[in-house]
């Protein structure tokens, strides 16, 4: 039963250790070269699906819009002939 925590421990610790050490080192190295951070690039191609779904909430209005005239100007062309 010891033996079995003793490993346990021995495991976690050399994860958070090697865990550290990496997030330790690729921070150094992005900032040295000030690469961008993966968080920014997430928020702007959120901002980017935004505008998208805005637009093309637009563009399904105009549509509608065209659809109910089309319909209109159809009726009264069937009433004229």
Same mark, same amino acid.
């Given at each position: 039963?010891?033996? $079995? ?15 550290? $050490?990496?997030?330790?080192?690729? $921070?150094?190295? %992005? ?14 191609? /959120?901002?980017? /699906? ?18 109910? %005239?089309?319909?209109?100007? $159809?009726?009264? %062309?069937?009433?004229?002939?």
């Amino acid at each position: 039963m010891v033996l $079995g925590w003793i490993v346990y421990e021995a495991i976690d610790i050399i994860y958070f250790t090697g865990k550290i $050490g990496y997030n330790g080192v690729s $921070g150094i190295y %992005n900032w040295y070269y000030e690469t961008p951070k993966e968080e920014e690039n997430k928020t702007e191609d /959120q901002c980017c /699906q935004r505008e998208m779904i805005e637009e093309l909430k637009k563009l399904n209005a105009k549509f509608e819009l065209m659809e109910k %005239n089309a319909k209109k100007s $159809g009726e009264i %062309n069937n009433k004229i002939e």
